[in-house]
């Protein structure tokens, strides 16, 4: 990794240069709330000055970039008799993300490591991946952000480029020779020992700032041994099966895949769709068996697949601590509050 800073002019020019030739992707102010406070959402963007530099968490992560909600994996079509497939990666052109925070980003990373690295690795992911350059930025913690706790606040791999705001200049750490190529066009300088110590300041003062946290301590072995305990029914409750919480969530990946024929018998569709194992038919085989037709299972195993599975598979947690699902949850059940409870045996 290299270490540079450059003057905050500096960054215009760097849009401009990239955003010349690519499309580029970034954290926009879509509307208010009823506080008058921002909603951000990641968006195709044209000018530097739509991007908000300093937004906070996005209502959706930017997933939908790389993982759509509905997906074609494959249609037909019947000539001469006999059935053509196409298969389409539904990708045009690389896409740019600028000013993914570091849980994103860690996001991203956990998604690669099933939807990449696995046996079977999905080449629809796969080939919008390799043709993403992310620019990473820093971020203030929010009342919700438990990132810190699933060791997601800071970013070590996975972008190309990753921004921190010293105050009177930026300190950049590049990880890819395209990030270095692009930076040669910029008046950049080598950090110095007082941006590293500036650097470690900044780092410090954010850890400070996390409000909301959780004890990971030998969770998955307490998540054994509280598979029949009394709080899953009582979060059950008050869970509307609605899904929100996994459409919000930036490493959510389930999906369900449906088949369609057209009407004049003349062509197909295969169409991959994101789904939510919180939702009732989630697991619904053929023949209507639904192995989890319960609420508090469906919602027990969102958290077993998070922070129970996946770890025993990639000895890490499938959360990053975003705090979205919690923020959006109708009914306010938020992961803080689940993991306290499973550990004390009482929601209250
Ligand atoms: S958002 Fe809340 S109410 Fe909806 S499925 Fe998730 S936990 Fe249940
Ligand atoms: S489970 Fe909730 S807190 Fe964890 S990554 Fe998903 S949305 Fe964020």
């Known amino acids: 990794m290299l270490f540079k800073t450059f003057a905050k002019e500096e960054l215009k020019i760097l849009f401009e240069i990239i955003a010349a030739h690519n499309r580029v992707v970034g954290p926009v102010e879509k509307a208010r709330d009823r506080n008058n406070k921002p909603i951000y959402a990641f968006e195709d963007v044209?000018?530097?000055?739509?991007i908000q530099l300093n937004y906070t968490t996005t209502k959706l992560p930017a997933k939908r970039f790389f993982l759509p909600f509905k997906e074609d994996l494959s249609t037909f079509k019947i000539e001469d008799d006999k059935w053509q497939k196409s298969i389409d990666y539904n990708i045009d052109r690389p896409v740019v993300f600028?000013?993914?925070h570091a849980c994103d980003i860690n996001a991203l990373n956990k998604l690669d490591k099933v939807l990449l690295h696995s046996v079977y690795p999905m080449p629809y992911y796969a080939a919008k991946r390799k043709n993403m350059f992310i620019i990473g930025i820093d971020c203030e913690p929010q009342p919700f952000c438990f990132?810190?706790?699933?060791?997601a606040d800071t970013a070590l791999h996975g972008f190309d480029l990753f921004i921190t705001d010293l105050g009177e200049?930026?300190?950049?750490?590049?990880?890819?020779d395209t990030a270095f190529n692009f930076l040669r066009e910029l008046k950049t300088a080598d950090a110095l020992e007082e941006d590293h110590i500036l650097y470690?300041?900044?780092?410090?003062?954010?850890k400070k700032q996390f409000t909301a946290r959780i004890d990971t301590t030998d969770l998955t072995k307490i998540l054994d041994m509280e598979f029949q305990s009394e709080v899953w029914h009582q979060w059950g409750d008050k869970c509307l099966s609605c899904g929100s919480c996994s459409n919000v969530c930036p490493t959510c990946y389930c999906y369900g895949v449906e088949e369609t024929v057209n009407i004049d018998l003349k062509g197909a569709r295969k169409t991959k769709m994101l789904y939510s194992c919180n939702v009732i038919d989630f697991a619904e085989v053929a023949g209507g068996h639904n192995f989890r037709p319960l609420r508090h299972n469906r919602l027990k195993y969102r958290y077993y697949h998070k922070h129970r599975g996946f770890v025993e598979a990639f000895e890490e947690s499938l959360c990053v601590g975003c705090g979205?699902?919690?923020?959006?949850?109708?009914?306010?059940?938020?992961?803080?509050?689940?993991?306290?409870?499973?550990?004390t045996g009482s929601k209250e």
């Open 147 to 151: 990132c810190r706790s699933m060791g």
């Open 324 to 343: 979205r699902c919690g923020e959006t949850c109708l009914a306010g059940i938020t992961v803080s509050e689940v993991i306290a409870s499973v550990k």
């Open 200 to 206: 470690m300041k900044k780092v410090d003062e954010k």
């Open 46 to 50: 044209h000018e530097f000055h739509d």
């Open 98 to 100: 600028w000013g993914l």
């Open 169 to 176: 200049k930026y300190f950049v750490e590049i990880l890819t």
